[in-house]
């Protein structure tokens, strides 16, 4: 079963005691058919994405 390339999640997601992760750089990633979501950053504040291909049909 496909759902994601790549996830980030924190059990800090939830907004009731938000503590983000800070100064994330997701870089020179390559995602091919992953089926859904190709990257996902949850719980990251100001997420900085370079580089990163996703490819393939849903």
Request: zero cysteines; aromatic letters at 10%.
């Amino acid at each position: 079963m496909d759902r994601s390339g790549l996830f980030g999640v924190s059990y800090h997601a939830d907004r009731t005691r938000w503590f983000p992760s800070l100064y994330v750089v997701i870089r020179d990633n390559y995602a091919e058919d992953t089926g859904d979501d190709s990257l996902v950053s949850q719980a990251i504040d100001g997420a900085l994405v370079k580089h990163s291909v996703a490819t393939g049909e849903l």
